[in-house]
């Protein structure tokens, strides 16, 4: 992914207008990628995956995978990708880890709330507090 990122091949999701390019996240066995709902952004993210497969030797359960569509992406567009792909087009915002996996219709990151709550909750480790 950063190669792909570097040579500029795949774009990325900016949480704010100053802010970095994000092309993944990573959590345990799971992964969420940002990318373009186009034919060369699907045709790149496959040859992504399909290396990962090969290095790794471990496979990507495209039945599992689901893909979400910005409000600006047309229906063509959404079905080609999903097609190339092999993934489900999710249709409502689904949750990963208690954080929905959009931005809503204001354009505010939903996860704030959350984040919020946990900075108020401290937790103490081996006499360090930490603020979560």
Request: hydrophobic residues 35%; contains cysteine; positive net charge.
């Amino acid at each position: 992914m950063r190669t792909a990122k570097r040579r500029g091949l795949i774009k990325g999701a900016k949480a704010s207008r100053r802010g970095p390019e994000i092309s993944h996240l990573l959590f345990a066995d799971d992964c969420i990628i940002f990318g373009e709902a186009t034919n060369r952004g699907a045709k790149i993210l496959k040859d992504i995956l399909q290396d990962y497969e090969i290095c790794s030797g471990q496979c990507v359960n495209f039945t599992k995978s689901t893909v979400f569509y910005s409000l600006n992406t047309t229906e063509e567009n959404k079905e080609a990708v999903s097609t190339m792909l092999g993934f489900r087009i999710a249709t409502n915002p689904e949750k990963y880890l208690g954080l929905p996996n959009m931005i809503g219709e204001k354009r505010k990151f939903k996860g704030a709330e959350l984040i919020n709550k946990k900075q108020r909750r401290r937790r103490w480790k081996g006499g360090i507090q930490m603020k979560l």
